[in-house]
Protein backbone atom coordinates (compact mmCIF):
# COMPACT_ATOMS: atom_id res chain seq x y z
CA UNK A 1 0.00 0.00 0.00
CA UNK A 2 1.55 3.30 -0.93
CA UNK A 3 1.70 5.77 1.60
CA UNK A 4 0.55 9.11 1.53
CA UNK A 5 2.66 12.04 1.69
CA UNK A 6 3.83 13.62 4.96
CA UNK A 7 2.11 16.73 4.40
CA UNK A 8 -0.74 15.37 3.52
CA UNK A 9 -0.70 12.67 6.58
CA UNK A 10 0.55 15.45 8.77
CA UNK A 11 -2.58 17.66 7.48
CA UNK A 12 -4.81 15.03 8.23
CA UNK A 13 -3.70 14.79 11.91
CA UNK A 14 -4.08 18.36 12.01
CA UNK A 15 -8.15 18.01 11.47
CA UNK A 16 -9.68 18.59 15.13
CA UNK A 17 -7.62 22.32 14.68
CA UNK A 18 -8.82 22.86 11.60
CA UNK A 19 -10.38 26.30 12.30
CA UNK A 20 -7.28 27.52 13.71
CA UNK A 21 -5.41 26.62 10.93
CA UNK A 22 -8.06 28.62 8.79
CA UNK A 23 -7.65 31.58 11.27
CA UNK A 24 -3.83 31.49 11.60
CA UNK A 25 -4.04 31.31 7.70
CA UNK A 26 -6.42 34.16 7.20
CA UNK A 27 -4.43 36.59 9.98
CA UNK A 28 -0.82 35.50 7.83
CA UNK A 29 -2.15 36.65 4.76
CA UNK A 30 -3.78 39.96 5.48
CA UNK A 31 -0.83 40.65 7.08
CA UNK A 32 1.57 40.10 4.15
CA UNK A 33 -1.32 42.02 2.54
CA UNK A 34 -0.63 44.98 4.27
CA UNK A 35 3.02 44.36 4.51
CA UNK A 36 2.99 44.73 0.47
CA UNK A 37 1.61 48.21 0.59
CA UNK A 38 4.38 50.29 1.24
CA UNK A 39 5.48 50.01 -2.04
CA UNK A 40 2.17 51.15 -3.75
CA UNK A 41 2.10 53.87 -1.22
CA UNK A 42 5.56 55.01 -2.07
CA UNK A 43 4.34 55.01 -6.34
CA UNK A 44 1.17 56.78 -5.18
CA UNK A 45 3.42 59.71 -3.14
CA UNK A 46 5.54 59.71 -6.15
CA UNK A 47 2.76 60.33 -8.85
CA UNK A 48 1.07 62.92 -6.16
CA UNK A 49 5.10 64.99 -6.61
CA UNK A 50 5.06 64.42 -10.09
CA UNK A 51 1.65 64.93 -11.33
CA UNK A 52 0.42 67.04 -8.55
CA UNK A 53 -3.55 68.03 -9.45
CA UNK A 54 -3.95 65.52 -12.10
CA UNK A 55 -2.41 62.63 -9.59
CA UNK A 56 -4.12 59.40 -8.87
CA UNK A 57 -5.42 60.54 -5.52
CA UNK A 58 -7.21 63.76 -7.46
CA UNK A 59 -9.03 61.82 -9.05
CA UNK A 60 -11.06 60.73 -5.74
CA UNK A 61 -11.44 64.50 -4.93
CA UNK A 62 -8.42 65.19 -3.15
CA UNK A 63 -7.40 68.04 -5.64
CA UNK A 64 -4.29 70.07 -3.54
CA UNK A 65 -1.01 67.87 -3.58
CA UNK A 66 -0.06 69.04 0.64
CA UNK A 67 -3.47 67.01 1.39
CA UNK A 68 -2.70 64.15 -0.88
CA UNK A 69 0.78 63.95 1.20
CA UNK A 70 -1.33 64.10 4.36
CA UNK A 71 -3.90 61.38 2.94
CA UNK A 72 -1.11 59.14 2.62
CA UNK A 73 0.43 59.57 5.82
CA UNK A 74 -2.68 58.92 7.20
CA UNK A 75 -3.24 55.49 4.89
CA UNK A 76 0.65 54.63 6.03
CA UNK A 77 -0.16 54.81 9.75
CA UNK A 78 -3.37 52.60 9.24
CA UNK A 79 -1.62 49.94 7.07
CA UNK A 80 1.09 49.85 9.44
CA UNK A 81 -1.06 49.44 12.21
CA UNK A 82 -2.89 46.44 10.93
CA UNK A 83 0.01 45.01 9.72
CA UNK A 84 1.34 44.91 13.12
CA UNK A 85 -1.95 44.04 14.36
CA UNK A 86 -2.25 40.57 12.10
CA UNK A 87 1.66 40.17 12.94
CA UNK A 88 0.56 39.84 16.50
CA UNK A 89 -2.94 37.63 15.86
CA UNK A 90 -0.62 35.27 13.38
CA UNK A 91 2.11 34.87 15.91
CA UNK A 92 -0.23 33.87 18.84
CA UNK A 93 -2.08 31.44 16.68
CA UNK A 94 0.70 30.01 15.01
CA UNK A 95 2.56 29.61 18.08
CA UNK A 96 -0.14 27.95 20.11
CA UNK A 97 -1.24 25.71 17.72
CA UNK A 98 2.29 24.70 17.18
CA UNK A 99 2.95 24.20 20.91
CA UNK A 100 -0.96 22.28 21.11
CA UNK A 101 0.08 20.12 18.35
CA UNK A 102 3.05 18.82 19.78
CA UNK A 103 1.36 18.20 22.97
CA UNK A 104 -1.27 16.39 21.53
CA UNK A 105 1.22 14.38 18.91
CA UNK A 106 3.33 13.72 22.05
CA UNK A 107 0.58 12.52 24.18
CA UNK A 108 -1.21 10.46 21.58
CA UNK A 109 2.31 8.60 20.32
CA UNK A 110 3.17 8.15 23.78
CA UNK A 111 -0.23 6.70 24.46
CA UNK A 112 -0.25 4.70 21.66
CA UNK A 113 3.25 3.16 22.36
CA UNK A 114 1.72 1.87 25.83
CA UNK A 115 -0.48 -0.25 23.97
CA UNK A 116 1.52 -1.80 21.74
CA UNK A 117 2.87 -5.50 23.05
CA UNK A 118 5.74 -6.20 24.78
CA UNK A 119 7.32 -8.05 21.82
CA UNK A 120 7.39 -4.66 20.04
CA UNK A 121 10.02 -3.41 22.66
CA UNK A 122 12.10 -6.46 22.19
CA UNK A 123 13.06 -4.87 18.46
CA UNK A 124 12.82 -1.05 19.32
CA UNK A 125 15.84 0.84 20.75
CA UNK A 126 14.85 3.35 24.77
CA UNK A 127 16.54 6.14 22.22
CA UNK A 128 14.70 5.69 19.15
CA UNK A 129 11.68 6.30 21.16
CA UNK A 130 13.02 8.62 23.13
CA UNK A 131 14.28 10.88 19.65
CA UNK A 132 10.90 10.34 18.69
CA UNK A 133 8.71 11.73 21.32
CA UNK A 134 10.84 14.52 22.37
CA UNK A 135 13.41 15.63 18.70
CA UNK A 136 10.97 14.80 16.53
CA UNK A 137 7.80 15.83 17.61
CA UNK A 138 9.72 18.98 18.79
CA UNK A 139 10.88 19.69 15.00
CA UNK A 140 7.42 19.11 13.55
CA UNK A 141 7.01 22.49 16.09
CA UNK A 142 9.56 24.40 15.05
CA UNK A 143 7.87 23.70 11.38
CA UNK A 144 4.43 25.11 12.61
CA UNK A 145 6.09 28.00 14.67
CA UNK A 146 7.92 29.60 11.60
CA UNK A 147 7.74 27.32 8.33
CA UNK A 148 4.18 27.57 7.36
CA UNK A 149 3.73 31.43 7.89
CA UNK A 150 6.94 31.78 5.23
CA UNK A 151 5.03 29.45 2.56
CA UNK A 152 2.29 31.39 3.18
CA UNK A 153 3.75 35.08 2.69
CA UNK A 154 5.51 33.82 -0.20
CA UNK A 155 2.53 32.24 -1.78
CA UNK A 156 0.85 35.68 -1.16
CA UNK A 157 3.63 37.92 -2.78
CA UNK A 158 3.66 35.60 -5.49
CA UNK A 159 -0.32 35.70 -6.27
CA UNK A 160 -0.61 40.06 -5.58
CA UNK A 161 2.80 40.97 -7.37
CA UNK A 162 2.36 39.02 -10.77
CA UNK A 163 -1.29 40.57 -10.74
CA UNK A 164 -0.32 43.83 -10.17
CA UNK A 165 2.35 43.51 -12.81
CA UNK A 166 -0.15 42.07 -15.57
CA UNK A 167 -2.45 44.90 -14.82
CA UNK A 168 0.46 47.83 -15.33
CA UNK A 169 1.99 46.00 -17.75
CA UNK A 170 2.10 42.56 -19.19
CA UNK A 171 4.84 43.38 -21.57
CA UNK A 172 7.08 43.84 -18.76
CA UNK A 173 5.61 41.62 -16.46
CA UNK A 174 6.68 38.22 -17.97
CA UNK A 175 10.58 39.64 -17.48
CA UNK A 176 10.13 39.86 -13.84
CA UNK A 177 8.11 36.70 -13.79
CA UNK A 178 10.67 34.68 -15.65
CA UNK A 179 12.66 33.42 -12.90
CA UNK A 180 9.75 32.36 -10.65
CA UNK A 181 9.69 29.13 -12.54
CA UNK A 182 13.18 28.18 -12.38
CA UNK A 183 12.65 28.78 -8.68
CA UNK A 184 10.60 26.49 -8.34
CA UNK A 185 11.49 23.94 -10.12
CA UNK A 186 15.46 24.79 -8.67
CA UNK A 187 13.15 24.35 -4.91
CA UNK A 188 11.30 21.10 -5.57
CA UNK A 189 14.40 19.17 -7.02
CA UNK A 190 16.24 20.18 -3.55
CA UNK A 191 13.11 19.01 -1.83
CA UNK A 192 12.99 15.43 -2.90
CA UNK A 193 17.09 15.88 -2.73
CA UNK A 194 17.46 16.74 1.06
CA UNK A 195 14.44 14.34 1.99
CA UNK A 196 16.25 11.33 2.36
CA UNK A 197 19.46 13.22 3.77
CA UNK A 198 17.03 14.73 6.33
CA UNK A 199 15.64 11.27 6.78
CA UNK A 200 19.06 9.60 7.73
CA UNK A 201 19.69 12.32 9.88
CA UNK A 202 16.62 11.77 12.11
CA UNK A 203 17.57 7.83 11.91
CA UNK A 204 20.79 8.50 13.24
CA UNK A 205 19.19 10.53 16.05
CA UNK A 206 17.77 7.47 17.36
CA UNK A 207 20.72 5.71 17.65
CA UNK A 208 22.97 8.47 19.22
CA UNK A 209 19.98 8.82 21.54
CA UNK A 210 19.90 4.90 22.17
CA UNK A 211 24.03 4.88 22.88
CA UNK A 212 23.37 8.13 25.70
CA UNK A 213 20.54 5.98 26.88
CA UNK A 214 22.19 2.67 27.36
CA UNK A 215 25.47 4.58 28.71
CA UNK A 216 23.54 6.57 31.57
CA UNK A 217 21.67 3.49 32.43
CA UNK A 218 25.01 1.50 32.92
CA UNK A 219 26.72 4.23 34.65
CA UNK A 220 27.45 1.41 37.27
CA UNK A 221 28.97 -1.13 35.09
CA UNK A 222 31.06 1.46 33.04
CA UNK A 223 32.80 2.72 35.95
CA UNK A 224 33.62 -0.80 37.93
CA UNK A 225 35.35 -1.69 34.51
CA UNK A 226 36.92 1.50 33.86
CA UNK A 227 35.49 1.29 30.56
CA UNK A 228 34.56 5.12 30.62
CA UNK A 229 37.24 6.03 27.69
CA UNK A 230 36.02 3.03 25.53
CA UNK A 231 32.02 4.38 25.82
CA UNK A 232 33.46 8.13 24.75
CA UNK A 233 34.94 6.71 21.84
CA UNK A 234 31.73 4.68 20.73
CA UNK A 235 29.97 7.98 21.37
CA UNK A 236 32.57 9.96 19.11
CA UNK A 237 32.11 7.27 16.40
CA UNK A 238 28.12 7.99 16.64
CA UNK A 239 28.49 11.58 17.01
CA UNK A 240 30.59 11.74 14.15
CA UNK A 241 28.25 10.00 12.00
CA UNK A 242 25.54 12.41 13.26
CA UNK A 243 27.59 15.31 12.03
CA UNK A 244 28.47 13.50 8.58
CA UNK A 245 24.96 13.15 8.12
CA UNK A 246 23.97 16.76 8.58
CA UNK A 247 26.63 18.45 6.74
CA UNK A 248 25.83 16.25 4.18
CA UNK A 249 22.59 17.51 4.58
CA UNK A 250 23.78 21.23 5.19
CA UNK A 251 25.99 21.42 1.89
CA UNK A 252 23.28 20.97 -0.26
CA UNK A 253 21.11 23.34 1.58
CA UNK A 254 23.53 26.21 1.92
CA UNK A 255 23.95 26.36 -1.95
CA UNK A 256 19.88 26.78 -2.63
CA UNK A 257 19.99 30.21 -1.64
CA UNK A 258 23.28 31.85 -3.49
CA UNK A 259 22.03 29.67 -6.91
CA UNK A 260 18.74 31.56 -6.23
CA UNK A 261 20.15 34.58 -6.12
CA UNK A 262 21.77 34.74 -9.17
CA UNK A 263 18.60 33.47 -10.62
CA UNK A 264 16.32 36.06 -8.82
CA UNK A 265 19.23 39.24 -10.42
CA UNK A 266 18.42 38.21 -13.81
CA UNK A 267 15.16 39.32 -13.78
CA UNK A 268 15.74 42.53 -11.59
CA UNK A 269 18.00 43.57 -14.09
CA UNK A 270 15.31 42.80 -17.07
CA UNK A 271 12.34 44.95 -15.15
CA UNK A 272 14.84 47.74 -14.33
CA UNK A 273 16.08 48.00 -17.49
CA UNK A 274 13.20 47.17 -20.10
CA UNK A 275 10.83 48.75 -17.65
CA UNK A 276 12.94 51.70 -18.10
CA UNK A 277 12.84 51.94 -21.60
CA UNK A 278 9.14 51.89 -21.55
CA UNK A 279 9.21 55.16 -19.18
CA UNK A 280 11.63 56.52 -21.59
CA UNK A 281 9.63 55.67 -24.95
CA UNK A 282 6.15 56.59 -22.83
CA UNK A 283 4.31 54.03 -22.57
CA UNK A 284 4.81 53.28 -18.91
CA UNK A 285 4.30 56.28 -16.33
CA UNK A 286 7.48 57.00 -13.78
CA UNK A 287 4.88 55.80 -10.98
CA UNK A 288 4.57 52.80 -12.32
CA UNK A 289 7.68 51.95 -12.83
CA UNK A 290 8.87 52.73 -9.80
CA UNK A 291 6.10 50.99 -8.30
CA UNK A 292 7.15 47.62 -10.23
CA UNK A 293 11.08 48.19 -9.11
CA UNK A 294 10.04 47.96 -6.09
CA UNK A 295 7.77 44.95 -5.91
CA UNK A 296 10.35 43.15 -8.59
CA UNK A 297 12.66 43.25 -5.54
CA UNK A 298 9.51 42.05 -2.81
CA UNK A 299 8.43 39.35 -4.93
CA UNK A 300 11.93 37.82 -6.10
CA UNK A 301 13.91 38.32 -2.66
CA UNK A 302 11.91 36.75 -0.36
CA UNK A 303 12.30 33.33 -3.16
CA UNK A 304 15.38 33.37 -1.40
CA UNK A 305 14.34 32.55 1.86
CA UNK A 306 12.84 29.49 0.51
CA UNK A 307 15.77 27.81 1.50
CA UNK A 308 15.57 27.56 4.88
CA UNK A 309 11.70 27.44 4.71
CA UNK A 310 12.20 24.25 2.64
CA UNK A 311 15.31 23.08 5.23
CA UNK A 312 12.28 23.47 8.05
CA UNK A 313 10.23 21.77 6.09
CA UNK A 314 12.03 18.70 5.44
CA UNK A 315 13.32 18.10 8.67
CA UNK A 316 9.61 18.47 10.09
CA UNK A 317 8.39 15.87 7.28
CA UNK A 318 11.03 13.54 8.18
CA UNK A 319 9.92 13.69 11.63
CA UNK A 320 6.80 13.76 10.87
CA UNK A 321 6.84 10.63 8.90
CA UNK A 322 8.41 8.94 11.65
CA UNK A 323 5.96 9.87 14.31
CA UNK A 324 3.05 8.77 12.02
CA UNK A 325 4.63 5.86 11.25
CA UNK A 326 4.82 4.65 14.61
CA UNK A 327 1.02 6.12 14.97
CA UNK A 328 0.40 3.48 11.99
CA UNK A 329 2.05 0.43 13.99
CA UNK A 330 -1.06 -1.54 15.01
CA UNK A 331 -1.26 -3.83 18.21
CA UNK A 332 -1.11 -7.01 17.88
CA UNK A 333 -2.84 -7.68 21.53
CA UNK A 334 -6.25 -6.42 21.76
CA UNK A 335 -8.15 -6.98 24.73
CA UNK A 336 -11.79 -8.66 24.40
CA UNK A 337 -15.03 -7.83 25.77
CA UNK A 338 -15.90 -9.70 28.26
CA UNK A 339 -15.73 -8.97 31.87
CA UNK A 340 -14.39 -10.74 34.68
CA UNK A 341 -17.34 -11.70 37.12
CA UNK A 342 -17.46 -9.96 40.83
CA UNK A 343 -15.66 -10.53 42.44
CA UNK A 344 -13.07 -12.78 40.93
CA UNK A 345 -12.33 -16.13 42.06
CA UNK A 346 -8.64 -16.45 40.71
CA UNK A 347 -8.45 -19.97 39.21
CA UNK A 348 -5.95 -19.83 36.72
CA UNK A 349 -5.89 -22.70 33.52
CA UNK A 350 -2.99 -23.60 31.40
CA UNK A 351 -4.68 -25.62 29.04
CA UNK A 352 -1.93 -27.44 26.22
CA UNK A 353 -0.29 -24.23 26.23
CA UNK A 354 2.85 -23.92 23.53
CA UNK A 355 4.34 -20.94 23.04
CA UNK A 356 7.71 -19.63 20.86
CA UNK A 357 9.23 -16.09 20.98
CA UNK A 358 10.86 -17.22 17.22
CA UNK A 359 9.46 -20.00 14.76
CA UNK A 360 11.61 -22.79 15.76
CA UNK A 361 12.21 -22.49 18.81
CA UNK A 362 9.55 -23.26 21.21
CA UNK A 363 10.00 -22.42 24.94
CA UNK A 364 6.55 -23.90 26.23
CA UNK A 365 5.25 -27.22 24.91
CA UNK A 366 1.28 -28.97 25.67
CA UNK A 367 1.28 -27.57 29.22
CA UNK A 368 -1.25 -28.10 31.34
CA UNK A 369 -1.28 -26.43 34.96
CA UNK A 370 -4.18 -25.37 36.93
CA UNK A 371 -4.01 -22.95 39.87
CA UNK A 372 -6.48 -23.33 42.11
CA UNK A 373 -8.31 -20.31 43.43
CA UNK A 374 -7.64 -18.95 46.54
CA UNK A 375 -4.64 -21.19 46.82
CA UNK A 376 -0.68 -20.95 46.77
CA UNK A 377 0.55 -22.76 43.45
CA UNK A 378 4.77 -22.77 42.61
CA UNK A 379 6.20 -23.38 39.18
CA UNK A 380 10.02 -23.92 39.54
CA UNK A 381 12.24 -25.51 37.38
CA UNK A 382 16.00 -25.13 35.83
CA UNK A 383 16.46 -21.83 34.18
CA UNK A 384 15.27 -21.54 30.97
CA UNK A 385 12.61 -24.15 31.84
CA UNK A 386 9.98 -21.41 30.80
CA UNK A 387 8.76 -20.83 34.43
CA UNK A 388 8.61 -16.89 33.70
CA UNK A 389 7.23 -17.14 30.48
CA UNK A 390 4.42 -18.16 32.71
CA UNK A 391 3.57 -14.56 33.88
CA UNK A 392 3.77 -13.06 30.69
CA UNK A 393 1.20 -15.19 29.23
CA UNK A 394 -1.13 -14.23 32.23
CA UNK A 395 -0.99 -11.05 31.81
CA UNK A 396 -1.24 -10.94 27.84
CA UNK A 397 2.32 -9.33 27.37
CA UNK A 398 2.44 -12.23 24.80
CA UNK A 399 -0.48 -14.54 23.41
CA UNK A 400 -0.25 -18.47 23.08
CA UNK A 401 0.95 -19.80 20.36
CA UNK A 402 -1.73 -22.65 21.26
CA UNK A 403 -3.97 -24.01 23.53
CA UNK A 404 -5.41 -21.83 25.96
CA UNK A 405 -4.93 -19.70 28.99
CA UNK A 406 -8.07 -19.05 31.28
CA UNK A 407 -8.91 -16.71 34.13
CA UNK A 408 -12.26 -18.37 35.87
CA UNK A 409 -12.99 -20.22 33.16
CA UNK A 410 -12.64 -17.51 30.59
CA UNK A 411 -9.99 -16.94 27.46
CA UNK A 412 -7.96 -14.53 28.97
CA UNK A 413 -8.09 -13.08 24.93
CA UNK A 414 -11.54 -12.54 25.34
CA UNK A 415 -11.31 -10.25 28.68
CA UNK A 416 -10.72 -6.38 28.50
CA UNK A 417 -6.68 -6.12 28.81
CA UNK A 418 -7.21 -3.17 31.64
CA UNK A 419 -10.04 -6.23 33.12
CA UNK A 420 -7.19 -8.57 33.30
CA UNK A 421 -4.49 -6.72 34.82
CA UNK A 422 -6.12 -5.11 37.51
CA UNK A 423 -6.63 -8.73 38.64
CA UNK A 424 -3.43 -9.73 38.59
CA UNK A 425 -0.76 -8.16 40.92
CA UNK A 426 3.20 -8.43 40.15
CA UNK A 427 5.99 -8.83 42.30
CA UNK A 428 8.74 -9.65 39.98
CA UNK A 429 12.80 -9.86 40.72
CA UNK A 430 13.91 -6.94 38.51
CA UNK A 431 12.35 -4.39 40.89
CA UNK A 432 11.16 -1.02 38.98
CA UNK A 433 10.60 1.97 41.10
CA UNK A 434 10.05 5.22 39.68
CA UNK A 435 11.60 8.30 40.52
CA UNK A 436 9.38 9.96 42.95
CA UNK A 437 8.70 9.64 46.95
CA UNK A 438 8.51 6.25 48.86
CA UNK A 439 5.02 7.12 49.16
CA UNK A 440 4.26 7.64 45.86
CA UNK A 441 5.88 4.42 44.71
CA UNK A 442 3.60 2.42 46.86
CA UNK A 443 0.31 4.24 45.84
CA UNK A 444 1.06 3.12 42.18
CA UNK A 445 -0.70 0.21 43.18
CA UNK A 446 -3.92 2.60 44.03
CA UNK A 447 -3.49 5.86 42.61
CA UNK A 448 -6.11 7.30 44.90
CA UNK A 449 -4.76 5.75 48.20
CA UNK A 450 -4.70 7.91 51.51
CA UNK A 451 -1.52 8.18 53.53
CA UNK A 452 -3.12 5.73 56.29
CA UNK A 453 -3.57 3.26 53.43
CA UNK A 454 -0.19 3.33 52.12
CA UNK A 455 1.17 2.85 55.50
CA UNK A 456 -1.24 -0.24 56.20
CA UNK A 457 -0.12 -1.55 53.15
CA UNK A 458 3.77 -1.26 54.17
CA UNK A 459 3.49 -2.59 57.55
CA UNK A 460 1.75 -5.51 56.00
CA UNK A 461 4.79 -5.93 53.71
CA UNK A 462 6.92 -5.60 56.82
CA UNK A 463 8.69 -1.98 55.25
CA UNK A 464 6.93 0.42 57.59
CA UNK A 465 10.28 0.22 60.12
CA UNK A 466 12.49 0.73 57.72
CA UNK A 467 10.73 3.62 55.65
CA UNK A 468 10.22 5.50 59.44
CA UNK A 469 13.96 4.49 61.14
CA UNK A 470 16.29 4.55 58.19
CA UNK A 471 14.97 6.80 55.49
CA UNK A 472 16.24 10.64 55.96
CA UNK A 473 12.49 11.69 55.26
CA UNK A 474 10.24 8.47 55.78
CA UNK A 475 7.48 8.18 53.02
CA UNK A 476 8.69 11.33 51.57
CA UNK A 477 12.17 10.41 51.01
CA UNK A 478 13.01 10.59 47.15
CA UNK A 479 14.27 6.81 45.85
CA UNK A 480 16.26 7.99 42.94
CA UNK A 481 15.88 6.67 39.58
CA UNK A 482 14.53 2.76 39.34
CA UNK A 483 15.14 3.02 43.70
CA UNK A 484 18.87 3.17 42.97
CA UNK A 485 19.16 5.01 46.98
CA UNK A 486 17.49 1.38 48.16
CA UNK A 487 19.29 -1.47 48.73
CA UNK A 488 17.46 -4.70 47.22
CA UNK A 489 16.12 -5.47 50.16
CA UNK A 490 14.21 -2.30 50.73
CA UNK A 491 13.37 -2.09 46.62
CA UNK A 492 11.54 -5.50 47.14
CA UNK A 493 9.66 -4.66 50.48
CA UNK A 494 8.40 -1.57 48.38
CA UNK A 495 7.07 -3.55 45.55
CA UNK A 496 5.16 -5.70 47.89
CA UNK A 497 3.47 -3.20 49.83
CA UNK A 498 2.23 -1.90 46.12
CA UNK A 499 0.95 -5.13 45.63
CA UNK A 500 -0.61 -5.20 48.88
CA UNK A 501 -2.03 -2.04 48.32
CA UNK A 502 -3.92 -3.20 45.17
CA UNK A 503 -5.05 -6.11 46.74
CA UNK A 504 -5.18 -8.09 43.47
CA UNK A 505 -7.06 -11.55 43.60
CA UNK A 506 -4.20 -13.07 41.96
CA UNK A 507 -0.72 -12.54 43.36
CA UNK A 508 2.28 -13.49 41.56
CA UNK A 509 5.77 -13.78 42.93
CA UNK A 510 7.71 -14.28 40.36
CA UNK A 511 11.48 -14.90 41.87
CA UNK A 512 10.37 -12.12 44.31
CA UNK A 513 13.22 -13.43 47.40
CA UNK A 514 15.84 -14.17 44.83
CA UNK A 515 18.32 -11.41 45.23
CA UNK A 516 18.08 -10.64 48.47
CA UNK A 517 20.03 -11.86 51.95
CA UNK A 518 18.47 -14.62 54.14
CA UNK A 519 17.36 -12.12 56.61
CA UNK A 520 15.27 -9.98 54.59
CA UNK A 521 14.34 -13.09 52.55
CA UNK A 522 12.51 -14.44 56.17
CA UNK A 523 11.29 -10.55 56.28
CA UNK A 524 9.85 -11.14 53.37
CA UNK A 525 8.46 -14.59 53.46
CA UNK A 526 6.37 -13.43 56.80
CA UNK A 527 4.55 -11.26 54.84
CA UNK A 528 4.22 -13.01 51.52
CA UNK A 529 2.62 -15.29 53.79
CA UNK A 530 0.29 -12.98 55.96
CA UNK A 531 -0.82 -11.78 51.94
CA UNK A 532 -1.30 -14.70 50.21
CA UNK A 533 -4.43 -15.63 52.36
CA UNK A 534 -7.63 -15.54 50.59
CA UNK A 535 -6.63 -15.29 47.39
CA UNK A 536 -4.32 -17.19 44.38
CA UNK A 537 -0.89 -16.61 44.85
CA UNK A 538 1.14 -18.33 41.75
CA UNK A 539 5.10 -18.10 42.88
CA UNK A 540 7.87 -18.42 40.00
CA UNK A 541 10.71 -19.63 42.55
CA UNK A 542 14.67 -20.99 42.22
CA UNK A 543 14.97 -21.09 45.71
CA UNK A 544 13.10 -24.05 46.41
CA UNK A 545 12.76 -23.48 50.16
CA UNK A 546 10.36 -20.57 49.38
CA UNK A 547 7.52 -23.05 48.12
CA UNK A 548 7.95 -25.70 50.72
CA UNK A 549 4.48 -24.82 51.76
CA UNK A 550 2.47 -24.62 49.06
CA UNK A 551 -0.50 -25.99 47.97
CA UNK A 552 1.05 -27.46 44.56
CA UNK A 553 4.02 -27.76 43.21
CA UNK A 554 4.39 -27.70 39.65
CA UNK A 555 8.19 -28.42 38.20
CA UNK A 556 8.85 -27.74 34.54
CA UNK A 557 12.04 -29.00 32.57
CA UNK A 558 12.67 -27.30 29.22
CA UNK A 559 9.15 -26.44 28.38
CA UNK A 560 7.13 -29.36 29.73
CA UNK A 561 5.73 -30.12 32.88
CA UNK A 562 7.99 -32.68 34.33
CA UNK A 563 6.45 -33.22 37.52
CA UNK A 564 3.65 -32.21 40.45
CA UNK A 565 2.73 -32.23 43.84
CA UNK A 566 3.62 -31.17 47.01
CA UNK A 567 7.05 -30.50 48.68
CA UNK A 568 7.13 -33.98 50.23
CA UNK A 569 5.51 -36.28 47.46
CA UNK A 570 8.01 -34.60 44.75
CA UNK A 571 11.27 -35.34 47.11
CA UNK A 572 10.35 -38.92 47.27
CA UNK A 573 9.27 -39.03 43.56
CA UNK A 574 13.09 -38.83 43.08
CA UNK A 575 12.80 -36.98 40.56
CA UNK A 576 13.54 -33.63 38.72
CA UNK A 577 12.42 -31.88 41.99
CA UNK A 578 14.52 -33.95 44.14
CA UNK A 579 17.22 -33.29 42.29
CA UNK A 580 16.76 -29.79 42.45
CA UNK A 581 16.24 -29.85 46.62
CA UNK A 582 19.55 -31.98 47.09
CA UNK A 583 21.53 -29.38 45.15
CA UNK A 584 20.04 -26.37 46.76
CA UNK A 585 20.42 -27.67 50.38
CA UNK A 586 24.04 -29.69 50.07
CA UNK A 587 22.52 -33.43 50.43
CA UNK A 588 23.77 -34.03 46.30
CA UNK A 589 27.57 -33.31 47.66
CA UNK A 590 26.77 -35.46 51.25
CA UNK A 591 24.91 -37.79 49.21
CA UNK A 592 28.38 -38.60 46.90
Not at 423 to 439: A, E, I, K, P
Not at 490 to 499: C, G
Not at 578 to 585: K, P
Request: charged letters at 20%.
Amino acid sequence: MKRRAPLLRLLTAMRPHRATVWKATACSIINKLFDLAPPFLIALAVDVVIQRESSFLAGFGIETPHTQLWVLAAITLFVWGMESLFQFWYGILWRNLAQTVEHELRLETFGHIQRLEMAYFEDQSTGTLMSVLNDDVNQLERFLDHGATQLLHVATTTVVITTTFFVLAPEVAWLAMLPIPFILWGSFVYQSKLAPRYAAVREQVGILNHQLANDLGGMATIKSFTTEDHETERLRVQSDVYRERNRHAIRMSAAFTPLIRMVIVCGFMATLVYGGIRVLEGGLSEAAYALMAFLTQRLLWPLTQLGQTFDLYQRAMASTTRILDLLDIQPKIVGGETALPDPVRGEVLFENVGFHYRDGFPILRDLELRMAAGKETAVVGPTGSGKTTLVKLLLRFYDVSSGTVRVDGIDIRNLGLRDLRRSVGLVSQDVFLFHGTVRENIAYGRLDASLDDVIEAAKVAEAHDFIVNELPDGYDTIVGERGQKLSGGQRQRISIARAVLKDPPILVLDEATSSVDNETEAAIQRSLERIAVGRTTIVIAHRLSTVRNADTIYVLDRGRLAEQGTHDELVAANGVYDSLWRVQTGAAVAHR
